[in-house]
Structure formats: C-alpha cells, structure tokens
C-alpha cells in the first residue's frame, strides 16, 4: 500500500506564505501526477494544483493562479507547494494525491484537478491563515 505524507502546514497571517512537502513513504514520486488538493471548513474538497509526470505540465485553479507555484525536487521524491499572498479563503486541509502515470516519450503529459484520477491520498495537513 503506498503511502503519502504532508508536511509544511501552519498558522500564518494573511499575505504569508508557507511550503507544503508531498512525500511518498518507501517511493519516488517521478512516475506520477500529483495533485494538492484542499478542504475549507464547510466546503467541499476541491483541486488546486497538480504536475504531470516527469516532463509534463502543470494546472491550477483560478482561485490560486499567480499565487501558487507547484514544483518536484530534483531527486524526484517530493513535491513541493509554494503557498503566498495568503488569504483568510485559503484556510483549510491540503491534500497530497497521486496516480501512476508513466512517460510516454513523445508525449507531454497533462494533470487534472478532479479527485477520482487519484488513487493514493495523504491524511493532510492544517493550513490556517488568520490575523
């Protein structure tokens, strides 16, 4: 059973900014879409951002386009979610998730922001944004 592990969350004042971790326990995360996911008190789980597998692109919501930035670590084992301009809307649980998705060479890769691609959930992370 694979495993997922976030990290990075905390309370920050509006206008912070925080780096979530997406790590997989005991395997790399090269060969698979990624995607942050998040659920606001009251709210339903929405996708935010994800990357495709090595080599493909990146999407995001409207609500955190210029805002946030989805990145991998060069060794392939982590992906990163760089969080600013934060804003009291942005208060929630940050979901990591991934699929399998191998390469195809030739082919870029796309991502989706929909939960159902995703086999592999990490139990979150808190993310409070207040004054």
């Known amino acids: 059973q694979l495993q997922l592990a976030e990290s990075g969350g905390d309370t920050v004042q509006p206008g912070g900014s925080l780096r979530l971790s997406c790590e997989g326990s005991g395997f790399a995360l090269d060969f698979y879409n990624v995607a942050w996911f998040r659920q606001g008190p009251g709210k339903e789980r929405e996708g935010i951002s994800c990357?495709?597998?090595?080599?493909?692109?990146?999407g995001y919501a409207d609500s955190v386009k210029d805002r946030f930035s989805i990145s991998r670590d060069k060794t392939g084992n982590a992906v990163y979610l760089q969080m600013n301009s934060l804003k009291p809307d942005d208060t929630g649980v940050y979901f990591c998730?991934?699929?399998?998705?191998?390469?195809?060479?030739?082919?870029?890769?796309?991502?989706?922001?929909?939960?159902?691609?995703?086999?592999?959930w990490g139990p979150g992370t808190q993310v409070t944004v207040s004054s």
């Open positions: 990357i495709a597998t090595t080599g493909g692109t990146t």
């Open positions: 998730a991934v699929h399998k998705a191998i390469p195809i060479a030739g082919v870029q890769h796309s991502c989706r922001l929909v939960q159902s691609p995703y086999a592999y």
